[in-house]
Every structure is written in C-alpha cells, then in structure tokens.
T-cell receptor
Framework: QKEVEQDPGPLSVPEGAIVSLNCTYSNSAFQYFMWYRQYSRKGPELLMYTYSSGNKEDGRFTAQVDKSSKYISLFIRDSQPSDSATYLCAMSLSGNTGKLIFGQGTTLQVKP | SQTIHQWPATLVQPVGSPLSLECTVEGTSNPNLYWYRQAAGRGLQLLFYSVGIGQISSEVPQNLSASRPQDRQFILSSKKLLLSDSGFYLC??????????FGSGTRLTVV
C-alpha cells in the first residue's frame, strides 16, 4: 500500500464547475499537508498549506483535512481554464525540515 | 527575494555518459535542499536531501549521487547514465516552514 494515494484522473470539467480533488494516506503521524499545482513542463508551485484538521480557504481554493479519516481534499470554486494543470497532494511528518511524500497527482482540464 | 535556479532545462544524453545537474538558491542561508525525480505519469520520488555543506542523505539506491560543495549549491551527478534515469528532475528547498519551493526542473532523456 502506498503511503499516499491519489486518483490520477484525468478529470475534465466545464468552466465554472466546482472541482474536488482528494488524497488518502496511511501514516497517521503525518502532520503537515500541502497542495501543489504543476503546469506542464514546469516545477510544482505551492497552493495551500495546513497542519490541522478542518478547512482553510484562500480565494477560490479550499483545503480540507480530516485526520481521523486520513483524508484530504482540495476544492476549486468557479474553475477557470487557467486552472488546468496537475494537482499534487503532499504531506510530511514535520514542518520546516521534513521530507515530503507526494501523491501521484491528478490531471485536471477545465474546458471553456 | 529568495529564488532557486536550476539548469539546464532540457538535456538529451546517451546511455553511459556522465551527468551533472546544478541547483543554486539565492536569498537564504543554510537551506535544506532536495532532489526529486518525476517519471512520466508518476508522482515525485525523493532522491537526495541535504541539511548542510557536505551532508547528503540518499533515499533510494540508484545510479545517481549528490553533492553539496557550497551552502547554496546542490549538484546531482551520475558517472554512467542508464535508460531508466530518464525523467524530470526537480530541485527544491524549504522556504520558511511552508512547504517546498521548487526549481523549474530539468527534463532528462537518456537515449
């Protein structure tokens, strides 16, 4: 069993739709959770970072963590064609020194 | 400002040739540095990380090595490339405790 599981997609939605991206993990010791966005042939960029259960909102993006279920989600409201990218979840045991364990990434296409 | 530089962007190398990829960071001191590889359709695999000059930790046995000759320089090397070394190589560093900042990556094709 992989430490972090993420459906690779691809996921295709119409512009304006609400997108839900999810990851499950097996190691209950993970404390920090991140979402990265990666455009084709580019390095990933950090979208959201959280270390507690619950929701964190930033503009059209909401990150949700449920530590009891070992499940994290990223919601994108009013999706735009520019949101088309691969979204990677990542998690670590510690904050500023820890190694990140990544999910496989979900490829999202938002159609105009 | 803090930036990370990675080069070259693209590289095509024959099997058995050597490899040297360089990563440098600016605007910070004593960063934790990481090399990841991303194979086609797969997630990121941690190859090496370094918490200081000359300190290298290897995550997986492989045909690659890493060195950190200076505080803000991290080098990924190979003496003889294999076909299986093809992939997208990413350098990263921890930025203020809020996850990694990645470089722009090097796409390596071994032919």
């Amino acid at each position: 069993q992989k430490e972090v599981e993420q459906d690779p997609g691809p996921l295709s939605v119409p512009e304006g739709a609400i997108v839900s991206l999810n990851c499950t993990y097996s190691n209950s010791a993970f404390q920090y959770f991140m979402w990265y966005r990666q455009y084709s042939r580019k390095g990933p960029e950090l979208l959201m970072y959280t270390y507690s259960s619950g929701n964190k909102e930033d503009g059209r993006f909401t990150a949700q963590v449920d530590k009891s279920s070992k499940y994290i989600s990223l919601f994108i409201r009013d999706s735009q064609p520019s949101d088309s990218a691969t979204y990677l979840c990542a998690m670590s045991l510690s904050g500023n020194t820890g190694k990140l364990i990544f999910g496989q990434g979900t490829t999202l296409q938002v159609k105009p | 400002s803090q930036t990370i530089h990675q080069w070259p962007a693209t590289l095509v190398q024959p099997v058995g040739s050597p490899l040297s990829l360089e990563c440098t960071v600016e605007g910070t001191s004593n960063p934790n540095l990481y090399w990841y590889r991303q194979a086609a359709g797969r997630g990121l695999q941690l190859l090496f990380y370094s918490v200081g000059i000359g300190q290298i930790s290897s995550e997986v046995p492989q045909n690659l090595s890493a060195s950190r000759p200076q505080d803000r320089q991290f080098i990924l090397s190979s003496k003889k490339l294999l076909l299986s070394d093809s992939g997208f190589y990413l350098c990263a560093w921890i930025s203020g405790g809020y996850g990694y900042t990645f470089g722009s990556g090097t796409r390596l094709t071994v032919v």
